[in-house]
Nanobody, 118 residues
Framework: QVTLVESGGGLVQAGGSLRLSCVAS????????MGWYRQAPGKQRELVAS???????NYADSVKDRFTISRDNAKNTVYLQMNNLKPEDTAVYYC????????????WGQGTQVTVSS
């Protein structure tokens, strides 16, 4: 059984930083595309950042140069380092598993809340 568990969310002031973690069990993340999504109240879930099995990263324009996605294969964990946070970054953040060929699956974590105060 595949499970993804996010952690690291919280309340932070604008300009602050948080690091989110997504730990997987039942699946080897190193060979897979992984992504971080977010969903704000009343809005659709959107892709924030993704990392390929080869380590290539892509970011939404709204977070480019502020967020960094990375992976620790030994810990089977994917991270999202978020710097210079803005109130508009407030959302529930989810990690999502992809396939080795880069196709997204329906395996999601339960989400972690990030709230940025102004």
């Amino acid at each position: 059984q595949v499970t993804l568990v996010e952690s690291g969310g919280g309340l932070v002031q604008a300009g602050g930083s948080l690091r989110l973690s997504c730990v997987a069990s039942g699946s080897t993340l190193s060979i897979r595309r992984m992504g971080w999504y977010r969903q704000a109240p009343g809005k659709q879930r959107e892709l924030v950042a993704s990392i390929s099995s080869g380590g290539s990263a892509n970011y939404a324009d709204s977070v480019k140069d502020r967020f960094t996605i990375s992976r620790d294969n030994a810990k089977n964990t994917v991270y999202l380092q978020m710097n210079n946070l803005k109130p508009e970054d407030t959302a529930v953040y989810y990690c999502r598993r992809g396939t080795p060929t880069g196709i997204w699956t329906d395996y999601w974590g339960q989400g972690t809340q990030v709230t940025v105060s102004s």
